[in-house]
Nanobody, 124 residues
Framework: QVQLVESGGGLVQPGGSPRLSCAAS????????MAWFRQAPGMEREFVAG????????IYADSVKDRFTISRDNARNMLYLQMNSLNLEDTAVYYC?????????????????WGQGTQVTVSS
């Protein structure tokens, strides 16, 4: 059973640079892709960034491109999201997700496994 556990959220000032982590367990992930999604109050869950676990190739939503970086540590089965230059619109619950296919998709319905989410609040 795949388990995903996020950490690293909290209260951040505008312009801050927190890093989210996702600990993945339950199997090896060489044939998986993983992603970060976020959901703000009253909004639909939206794709933030995705990565092919084996190759490390990445894809980003336009809203975070050049500010956020997704990465993974194969040896530790860890997924990361480095967030830079945060603004108020980045406030949301951030979720780690995984799917048993190597191709990243941007629809939340394409992911079978989800973490519990971690809150990121950007406020001065």
């Amino acid at each position: 059973q795949v388990q995903l556990v996020e950490s690293g959220g909290g209260l951040v000032q505008p312009g801050g640079s927190p890093r989210l982590s996702c600990a993945a367990s339950g199997r090896t992930f060489g044939d998986y892709s993983m992603a970060w999604f976020r959901q703000a109050p009253g909004m639909e869950r939206e794709f933030v960034a995705g990565i092919r676990w084996s190759s490390g190739s990445t894809i980003y939503a336009d809203s975070v491109k050049d500010r956020f970086t997704i990465s993974r540590d194969n040896a530790r089965n860890m997924l990361y999201l480095q967030m830079n230059s945060l603004n108020l619109e980045d406030t949301a619950v951030y979720y780690c997700a995984a799917r048993p296919f190597i191709i990243v998709v941007q629809s939340s319905t394409g992911y079978m496994y989800w973490g519990q989410g971690t809150q990121v609040t950007v406020s001065s």
